[in-house]
Structures are given as structure tokens and as C-alpha cells.
């Protein structure tokens, strides 16, 4: 089967760090560019990072810079993102999907969703 398994999810307090996984499974990764994304409750989902296939090239939205990672290990099938200083606003369920992460708005058309995984950030 053809899909995105997401982990790494959790519960964590203001100021401490995650490290996300999105696995492939049934393809290999390496042809694909992977963006992350997350919905807040009762918010529209939102593109949080991607990065290419060809030469790892990444883009960032405004609240992740400089705070979170995304990387990948081909050999391993895996794109990762680092969370750090993770903040309550940055609680959500996050997804991982197939995108194009050449154009500014690489947001705006996904496909191949994962299921997500929950991250909850409160005191």
C-alpha cells in the first residue's frame, strides 16, 4: 500500500523540542519533494515546510523559521522536522504529503497525505 505514516508526536511544554518522522511505504522517497503541515483547531491547515527531492532545498514558513528543521534520509525512506522552542500556538495535528517545493506557494497543492500526528504544546 501506497501512503505517509506520520510519528513522533506528543505532548511537550512551552520551550521544549519534537522531532517528527514521515515514513514512505509501498514507494521510495527519494523522487519526491515532502512538505509539512499542521491544522490548529478550528484553523485551516497551514504549510509549515518542504523540501526538495534533488538538492534538499527547503522553505520555511514565517513562524518555523529559525525554530524547526525539516531534513531527510533517503536511505531510510524518512523526512524528518525538528521542533524546537515549540510554543502553544504551534499545537495541531501535523501531516506530511507530496508536494512541489520549487514555488513560493508549494502550499497550495499537496497530495499523498499522511495521517497526521497530534502535537500539543501547553503547561
Known sequence: QVQLVE???GWVQPGGSLRLSCVSSGFTLDKYAIGWFRQAPGKAREGVSCIRSTDERTQYSDSAKGRFAISRDNAKNTVYLQMNSLQPEDTGV?????????RADWYQNAGLWGQGTQVTVSS
Do not use: H
Request: aromatic residues 8%; glycine residues 16%.
Open 94 to 102: 501535523y501531516s506530511c504529503a507530496i508536494v512541489i517545493c520549487d
Open 7 to 9: 510519528s513522533g508526536g
